[in-house]
């Protein structure tokens, strides 16, 4: 099973953003991203969408964007029936490859109670910073903080 990894730019055929809000939608419920919102994600200048794809089947996603030596992943998604594969883990690898060379950490938000997630960005070299205390709603619970430097500046 070869999983095809693309970068969405605004170019992309544009029926591509309300697949990656169901994949969104799918995988944590009603706090998915809308199609509009993966549609000016991916017109940002500073926004990045990768997607992995079996065939044609979009069936993982990360999103983020950077800003002043920072970046940021606000959603990693991948569809029920094809985790534990790697996929998430290859995306995100992507992810960092294509960040600018300035790029010194790259910052994140996790529900405490996402195991999976947060095994996951602990693989991937993330380490936890702190906690928001109600972060998320719907339910209402905290929000873990975790960070992986790039670049050592200590
Ligand atoms: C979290 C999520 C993105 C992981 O995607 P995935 O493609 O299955 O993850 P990978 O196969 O790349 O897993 C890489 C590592 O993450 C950890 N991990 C992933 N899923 C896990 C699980 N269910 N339990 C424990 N560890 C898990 C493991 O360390 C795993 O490595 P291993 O398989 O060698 O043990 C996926 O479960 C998902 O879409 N969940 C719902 C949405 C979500 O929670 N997104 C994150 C919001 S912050």
Same mark, same amino acid.
């Given at each position: ?34 199609? &509009? *919102?993966?549609?000016? =994600?991916?017109?940002?200048? +500073?926004?990045?969408? $990768? %997607? ?51 790029? &010194? *950490?790259?910052?994140? =938000?996790?529900?405490?109670? +996402?195991?999976?997630? $947060? %095994? ?35």
């Amino acid at each position: 099973m070869e999983l095809r990894i693309e970068r969405i730019t605004a170019e992309y055929d544009s029926t591509i953003y309300s697949r990656l809000s169901e994949l969104d939608k799918l995988c944590v419920g009603a706090d998915g991203w809308s199609e &509009e *919102s993966f549609r000016s =994600e991916c017109a940002k200048e +500073n926004g990045i969408v $990768i %997607g992995g794809f079996i065939g044609d089947k979009l069936t993982a996603l990360v999103s983020g964007y950077t800003a002043e030596g920072e970046a940021d992943i606000t959603s990693v998604a991948v569809n029920p029936e094809y985790r534990r594969k790697g996929f998430a883990y290859q995306l995100i690898g992507v992810f960092e490859s294509i960040l600018p060379e300035n790029t &010194e *950490s790259i910052f994140l =938000e996790v529900r405490e109670s +996402n195991f999976s997630a $947060i %095994g996951l960005y602990e693989k991937l070299g993330f380490e936890k910073l702190s906690v928001r205390k109600n972060f998320y709603v719907n339910p209402r619970e905290n929000a873990v903080v975790m960070q992986k430097r790039l670049i050592d500046i200590t």
